[in-house]
């Protein structure tokens, strides 16, 4: 079953870097980068631009994708979660699992 992945970083580099390391390695079989604005809680009140990572996964392939992420993540707590893909265009929820086989 395909999955979303969700995570945000703080620079479009390492955003590129990051999305191109999980398709290079079949972990992922797109990843869409978009900038957004951040507001949280993290030692006081926090406002900052980000760039949010949308993964295009496989269920087989997300626990390596999991480990890459949270190895190359350069936040000390990466905001990191994942959503099943439980319905949707079959030949693209197919096309995700055959192309993130990990």
């Keep these: 079953m395909p999955v979303a992945a969700f995570t945000t970083i703080d620079s479009e580099n390492a955003a590129r870097s990051l999305a191109r390391a999980a398709v290079t390695a ?3 079989a797109c990843v869409q980068i978009e900038r957004i604005t951040s507001v949280y809680e993290w030692n006081g ?12 996964t ?5 626990p390596a994708l999991k480990s890459l992420i949270l190895r190359d993540h350069p936040y000390d707590e990466p905001a990191l979660w994942t959503v099943e893909m439980t319905d949707g265009s079959e030949s693209f929820l197919t096309w995700i699992d055959t192309t993130a086989t990990g």
């Design 58 to 62: 496989s269920a087989a392939a997300w």
């Design 26 to 28: 079949k972990l992922a």
């Design 45 to 56: 009140l926090q406002e900052d631009p980000e760039y949010r990572l949308l993964f295009k």
